[in-house]
């Protein structure tokens, strides 16, 4: 019996020219738009931004603008290292940050005396940072002017303004380590957490960024802003009531 041509033909060539036929056979699509292209540079960008919007997470003390001017509020924050016997504290960097939580002015400072304790797993600080610091009386002068008359946010501010050589009026501190609503029947909560509990916000889980640490307290402080202030007025309120009858009686 006689073979068909088809099947003396190389088994390899019988399957190219099938896939040349069916290729050669399918009709071509028309898109309506860019959109609808599922393997164009558009399409695929999409994808990827999509992909990536759901792995990248919003970081709640972003500023909701970039207005960096000074406002009447100010929040900052400082970095220390160990000098002395390495139990000293002196600044190594400061940070401020406005009511929008935008920088106004961050630094790394150069101690005046011999670091012996970078403490960089919490602080941050390296011997790099420091090569090109400023000295310490040209950012304590700076930070003066930049708080003066200004309402002074931040957490634990009396070890800040030490580690400055600075005093703020008490009237003009907002310190949320000592605010009411946010102290527990233990004592004083830590900054990191507040920031979690109330903002959402995840900071200080290794090395601190004074950056973020003033605004997460900046932002605190707006939140609550209004019964805070409330809070202040009443507080100097009675002080003053006490001390007027206080002089009175003398």
Not at 3 to 8: M, V
Not at 88 to 99: C, D, P, Q, T, Y
Not at 114 to 121: A, E, G, L
Not at 207 to 220: N, T
Request: charged residues 35%.
């Amino acid at each position: 019996m006689k073979k068909s041509k088809q099947t003396q033909m190389n088994p390899n060539w019988v399957q190219l020219k099938q896939k040349l036929n069916l290729n050669g056979s399918k009709p071509s699509r028309t898109y309506d738009s860019e959109d609808d292209t599922p393997n164009s540079i558009l399409g695929k960008r999409k994808e990827r931004l999509n992909d990536d919007s759901d792995d990248c997470e919003i970081n709640p003390l972003d500023p909701v603008n970039d207005d960096a001017s000074l406002t009447d509020a100010v929040g900052m924050d400082c970095e220390m290292v160990g000098v002395g016997q390495g139990n000293k504290s002196a600044l190594a960097r400061v940070s401020l940050v406005n009511k929008w939580g935008n920088v106004i002015y961050d630094e790394f400072v150069r101690p005046m005396e011999r670091i012996v304790d970078y403490r960089t797993k919490i602080s941050g600080i390296r011997p790099q940072d420091l090569r090109k610091a400023k000295d310490f009386c040209t950012a304590q002068k700076k930070v003066a002017e930049l708080i003066h008359g200004r309402i002074l946010v931040g957490h634990a501010l009396s070890n800040d303004l030490k580690a400055l050589l600075l005093s703020h009026p008490k009237k003009d501190i907002r310190d949320t380590s000592e605010y009411p609503p946010f102290l527990r029947s233990s004592g004083r909560v830590a900054l990191r957490h507040l920031a979690s509990e109330h903002l959402g916000a995840k900071i200080q889980s290794g090395e601190h960024c004074p950056v973020d640490d003033a605004r997460a307290a900046m932002m605190l402080y707006q939140r609550n802003r209004k019964e805070w202030e409330k809070c202040v007025k009443g507080k100097f309120r009675k002080q003053k009531k006490r001390k007027k009858n206080k002089d009175a009686k003398e």
